[in-house]
C-alpha cells in the first residue's frame, strides 16, 4: 500500500513558479512509475507529466512540455513538479499518482488527495 501526500500549491501570478512536492510512504517506492495529473473546473481529469521508474524516462502533456519539469528522489521518497511560465489555463487540482505499470492513462492505482493551483490573469 502506498500513501500520496501533496504540497506546494497555491496562488500564483501569470508567469510565475510553483514547485508541488508530494511525498510517499511505501515499502517499494522506487518500483512504481509516478504521474502528476490535473483537474480543473468543468473538466475531466488529465494527464500533466509521468517519470517511468525502470529507466527513469519522463513524459509531458503537450500543453506543460517546456514549461514544466518532473524528477524524484528515492532517498526522500518524493517526486516533485517545477511549473515555471504558469498560465491561468493551468489553474486546477493537481494529483501525484503511483502505479507499477500505467504511465500516461489515469486509472493509476495510488492517489494524493490534490493541491490547488490557482494563477491570476
Known sequence: QV???ESGGGL???GGSLRLSCAAT???FSSYNMGW???APGKEREFVAA???SDGRIYYADSVKGRFTVSRDNVKNTVY???NS???EDTAVYYCAADRLNLLRVDYAYWGQGTQVTVSS
Do not use: E, H, N, S
Open 37 to 39: 495529473f490535473r483537474q
Open 12 to 14: 500564483v501570478q501569470a
Open 86 to 88: 504558469l498560465k491561468p
Open 51 to 53: 517519470i517511468r521508474w
Open 81 to 83: 513538479l517545477q511549473m
Open 26 to 28: 511505501g515499502r517499494t
Open 3 to 5: 500513501q500520496l501526500v
